[in-house]
């Protein structure tokens, strides 16, 4: 049992902004109204936030150990974590380790994570991976927007049959959600193509568009009762102009929920490279008029990183583009996942734009429940530099000091030196903690009311913003404290996150004939077997009430 007293307790969800007062813990790892006996920590001079929750991030599977092949010289430079009695040595870096990744998420206070983009055929040692994650809780997003059993439902008009298809899809990987990855673009990508107009017809198929591709996996989630939305990653990722695709797509989910994944490469305008600007203005006025919609900001921070997408098209031109050595993946039936190693640099136009509009679109998105702190690790910039990102959101004269460092040809072409809006800590609880748990429909993370996993993070209150939240005083974990001045002192495993929708067990038999006709293995071995996942946590789905 735990009583943290005397600090200063930001939960959004709870309507409490600063306010001192106890907070206590059971020995089961939840919040409870009074504990008796236990630890007591004095957080006098501190802040209370609920641990962070990142709803979009790459930390297990295929495409990130490909990336961690494909960068040894990351390896070389980078600082091993030292083994100690509660910790296993490894990697940081731009593709961190797995056990590497649960210390430095743990580290900076964050206690979920959501890996967003999992091929089915690949789902098996994605789990394992995750599971070697220590301390965070984990859930995993499948890929279903270029699945060839699915499309085929979708281009033939029957879409209860593909529901059932997408259901039998989400319970075979043991997932908790669906991705949308640049839809029929990938599967365009294995004829040599791409899908840029959202009513052309996809290679391969008569009548299928990406559009219809985005509406009915938005209504599908929906009917399901999927505690998180269709997660999406718009068609034209990266490209000059793409924001009039964009919008084309936000206007295809209307009447559904959606989470648009790392809205910042989605947000440019401009006929070309050399004209490319910034189009965050009129992305963040559809955000603010529509409730309904959640987004991830996707922040590009200027150094090295890895790429690594299931939008094989777009990884394939930044090839092109960059010179830079490139590796392709192709999950038969499903997906396809592209990585390139690359340098964001201030002094690069098409770089600059990118760094501005992700801060933009934090600033602009005037609710901190629709838009979250994440830099779609490791494509934007790793994770553990989101305390860069929160002293930007806090501090607008630190982005003016930013700015400087652009060149000034950018400065017409982006909207972030006319913004003087600085995040209060509340905001900043919504946006890395309240606000994406509660996309993800994780009804208990995010917040410290009654009940609520005991997931907590103290910062020491400083005026040094970056390094407060860089460097928390005390991080718990289901009511275990985890980490203490720096130091991590247990490396519990933590659980994972899976729906079971609903499913008419006639499937099976409809998917097996075909199956055999996409896939080079058995119906039998493809399924991910429950008791392969360690400390599954399997959550309800509640479609909606019919009339």
């Keep these: 049992m735990i009583r943290i007293t005397g600090g200063k307790i930001y939960d959004p969800a709870q309507g409490i902004d ?7 813990i059971d020995d089961t790892g939840k919040i409870v109204e009074t504990v008796s006996g236990g630890r007591i920590i004095d957080a006098t001079g501190m802040v209370i936030f609920p641990g962070g929750v990142d709803v979009h991030t790459h930390v297990a599977g295929g495409a990130i150990n490909f990336a961690r092949a494909m960068t040894p010289e990351d390896h070389r430079r980078t600082q091993a974590f030292i083994r ?7 990697l940081g870096g731009m593709a961190p380790t797995t056990f590497a990744t649960g210390y430095l998420y743990a580290g ?13 055929l690949s789902a098996r040692h994605t789990h394992e991976e995750l599971a070697d994650i220590p301390i965070i809780d984990k859930a995993s997003l499948t890929l279903m927007a270029n699945n060839e059993i699915l499309l085929e439902q979708l281009e033939q008009g029957e879409y209860e049959r593909a529901k059932q298809v997408l259901s039998w899809y989400l319970w075979a990987a043991k997932s908790y959600g669906v991705k949308a990855v640049n839809p029929g673009g990938v599967k365009a990508w294995k004829y040599g193509h791409d899908a840029k107009a959202l009513d052309t017809p996809i290679d391969g198929y008569h009548r299928l568009t990406p559009g219809q591709i985005v ?3 938005a209504r599908i989630c929906d009917d399901l009762g999927l505690p998180h939305p269709v997660h999406l990653h718009c068609n034209n990722l990266g490209a000059p102009g793409n924001i009039t695709t964009t919008l084309d797509t936000l206007a295809r989910l209307e009447g559904h929920r959606a989470h648009i994944a790392h809205s910042q490469y989605h947000a440019y305008g401009g006929d070309g490279w050399d004209t490319m600007c910034s189009e965050t203005t009129v992305l963040a006025e559809y955000f603010n008029s529509h409730p309904n919609l959640t987004t991830d900001a996707g922040v590009v921070l200027f150094g090295d990183t890895v790429t690594i997408t299931a939008d094989g098209p777009w990884q394939h031109l930044l090839y092109k583009l960059t010179g830079r050595k490139w590796g392709n993946l ?27 509009a992700g801060l933009e679109l934090l600033l602009m998105i005037r609710d901190p429940w629709q838009v979250f702190l994440s ?7 790793c994770f553990w530099r989101y305390p860069e990102i929160i002293q930007m959101l806090m501090s607008a004269e630190f982005r003016r000091e930013c700015l400087k460092k652009l060149p000034d040809r950018v400065k017409s072409r982006i909207k972030l030196p006319e913004l003087d809006r600085e995040y209060t800590l509340l905001e900043i609880a919504t946006a890395m903690s309240a606000g994406p748990a509660r996309a993800l429909g994780l009804t208990h993370k995010g917040h410290l009311g009654v009940g609520a996993d005991a997931d ?15 460097h928390p005083r005390y991080v ?14 247990e490396a519990p495993q933590g659980k994972e996150f899976l729906v079971r929708p609903a499913m008419d067990p006639a499937t099976n038999d409809f998917i097996r004939p075909l199956f055999e006709d996409c896939y080079t293995m058995k119906f039998e071995h493809y399924p991910v077997e429950l008791e392969r996942i360690e400390h599954p946590d399997l959550r309800d789905c509640q479609p909606p009430a019919t009339s």
Aim: net charge negative.
């Design 456 to 470: 907590v993070v103290v910062y020491e209150e400083q005026v040094d913003i970056q390094q407060m939240f860089s």
């Design 108 to 120: 900076m206070g964050f206690t979920t994570v959501n890996e967003a983009a999992v091929p089915v």
């Design 84 to 90: 100690t009695k509660t910790r296993r040595s490894g």
């Design 476 to 489: 718990i974990k289901a009511g275990e404290v985890v980490l203490e001045d720096g130091d991590i002192r």
């Design 330 to 356: 192709d999950v038969e039936n499903e997906t396809g996942c592209g990585i390139v190693p690359y340098t964001y640099r201030p002094s690069n136009v098409v770089n600059a734009v990118q760094w501005a």
């Design 375 to 381: 830099t779609d690790h490791p494509n934007g910039g």
């Design 215 to 217: 509406t009915n996996l």
């Design 18 to 24: 600063g306010q001192v007062r106890d907070l206590c």
